[in-house]
């Protein structure tokens, strides 16, 4: 009999050891309270011989894992899920208990397209998700575009006849402070201007850059839709085509 014949799953030499039920000894492991060789294990499944030391850790507890909400500041082009992993997170953030199973069953309740940069959340949490759907909606938010190029002298005008009110932070950057509008409000940003509408075409593509407001709540789900009609008015009224 050759040693991978005598491996066990670790729950049930977690379970044999403590001893409990084998559901605690899953609860025990997935909560990252078992070493194998010194080493967490989190899966329970995962295979042990006899020969290798499994240890349970002092302030191991069967409470209830809660669901977690996630808050991601996600630079411009990373993958959102990416960014989770531990190889992607800090120092500083490594120091948070931060399981495995926080990885699962993720909601993404205010995705972002990779190019965007700005608040990414992801929920395990059913009441987290539908708050943000339901209110969200409501709730005025800021978002800023970084351009490049001139604009046409009456190019702010236009971009104020949009879903929300447009300024210039500095000479690079306009902010927009908007509301998710109607689909019919949608609809008609992504109409074209007339081409006397355009401005002089400037040298690169705008780059989207967005953050929800301080003090603020979280932007709602339908801010896909939102940042592309915005984008594409952003680049009408600049006089370049959209891409993606």
């Known amino acids: 009999m050759n040693n991978e014949d005598n491996t066990i799953r670790l729950a049930k030499r977690v379970a044999d050891m403590v001893p409990c039920s084998?559901?605690?000894?899953?609860?025990y492991i997935e909560g990252a309270y078992v070493t194998v060789d010194g080493e967490i294990v989190e899966e329970p499944g995962a295979r042990v011989a006899p020969?290798?030391?499994?240890?349970?850790?002092?302030?191991?507890?069967?409470?209830?894992?809660?669901?977690?909400?996630?808050?991601?500041?996600?630079?411009?082009?990373?993958?959102a899920l990416a960014c989770l992993l531990p190889e992607a997170r800090s120092k500083d953030a490594q120091r948070v208990r931060f399981l495995k199973r926080h990885l699962r069953n993720l909601t993404a309740c205010l995705a972002l397209d990779k190019q965007a940069s700005g608040l990414f959340v992801f929920t395990q949490d059913f009441r987290v998700a539908r708050k943000l759907v339901d209110e969200g909606a409501t709730?005025?938010?800021?978002?800023?575009?970084?351009?490049?190029?001139?604009?046409?002298?009456?190019?702010?005008?236009?971009?104020n006849q949009g879903?929300?009110?447009?300024?210039?932070?500095?000479?690079?950057?306009?902010?927009?402070?908007?509301?998710p509008p109607k689909p019919a409000g949608r609809q008609a940003m992504r109409r074209r201007r007339p081409e006397s509408?355009?401005?002089?075409?400037?040298?690169?593509?705008?780059?989207?850059?967005?953050?929800?407001?301080?003090?603020?709540?979280?932007?709602?789900?339908?801010?896909?839709?939102?940042?592309?009609?915005?984008?594409?008015?952003?680049?009408?009224?600049?006089?370049?085509?959209?891409?993606?």
């Not at 709540?217 to 009408?236: D, E, N, Q, T």
């Open 163 to 179: 879903a929300g009110k447009v300024s210039w932070q500095n000479e690079h950057r306009l902010r927009f402070a908007v509301k």
């Open 139 to 159: 709730v005025e938010q800021e978002l800023i575009v970084d351009v490049e190029g001139e604009i046409a002298d009456n190019g702010l005008t236009l971009l």
């Open 51 to 79: 020969g290798q030391q499994v240890a349970l850790s002092a302030d191991a507890t069967l409470l209830d894992i809660a669901p977690v909400t996630i808050l991601l500041n996600k630079p411009a082009g990373a993958d």
């Open 22 to 27: 084998r559901r605690e000894a899953e609860n």
């Open 197 to 244: 509408h355009r401005s002089k075409a400037p040298a690169h593509r705008p780059h989207l850059h967005v953050r929800p407001a301080a003090g603020r709540m979280a932007l709602p789900p339908r801010l896909r839709a939102l940042l592309s009609a915005i984008y594409s008015r952003v680049c009408v009224n600049l006089g370049v085509r959209p891409q993606g």
